[in-house]
């Protein structure tokens, strides 16, 4: 399950209005688990990365039951503070560990996310930034989010 922690900065074209759309998005071989979107302003910190594990932690009961769960996020602070680690563990999950600087292992940031991007829409709120991001995810299909992991498990044995 690889997350993907974004910001998608959208300026309108006829005044100097930029939307800001901050949000994690976890996802595994067979598509979206969990979509949560921070309030403008709010940032990810261990404690508010917590809270969206606890998140997760519903969201894979109800989609994956008995499944057993690796976890790939990058280094940062928020993922590995002493807090966050210690509550992986209580999960019983794994993680997969992040080489510092290696975008590559990152497929929310080089499969995921790009398809977003690539549509070059223009919004006019935040909430419609935030519909067109879920009803992207919820359009890849399966194939999609099986290749992005594909794509991990290949740059990961490299």
Excluded at 26 to 35: E, K, N, R, S, T
Excluded at 97 to 117: G, I, Q, R, T
Excluded at 128 to 151: E, N, P, S, T, W
Aim: hydrophobic share 40%; aromatic share 10%; glycine share 6%.
């Amino acid at each position: 399950m690889a997350p993907l922690e974004f910001t998608i900065k959208e300026k309108s074209e006829d005044s100097a209005i930029c939307w800001e759309v901050l949000g994690s998005v976890f996802w595994d071989a067979q598509g979206c688990i969990l979509v949560e979107f921070l309030e403008p302003g709010q940032t990810i910190n261990a404690a508010r990365y917590i809270q969206t594990l606890v998140k997760l932690r519903r969201a894979l009961h109800n989609k994956r039951p008995g499944r057993k769960i690796i976890l790939q996020h990058d280094n940062a602070r928020p993922h590995t503070a002493g807090a966050t680690v210690e509550k992986i563990r209580t999960f019983g999950w794994e993680t997969l560990p992040h080489p510092p600087y290696s975008p590559d292992l990152a497929p929310s940031d080089y499969h995921l996310f790009s398809s977003v991007k690539e549509r070059g829409q223009r919004y006019e709120t935040l909430e419609d930034i935030q519909k067109a991001v879920c009803q992207c995810l919820r359009a890849a299909g399966m194939d999609f989010y099986h290749k992005g992991i594909f794509k991990l498990v290949r740059a990961a044995l490299e």
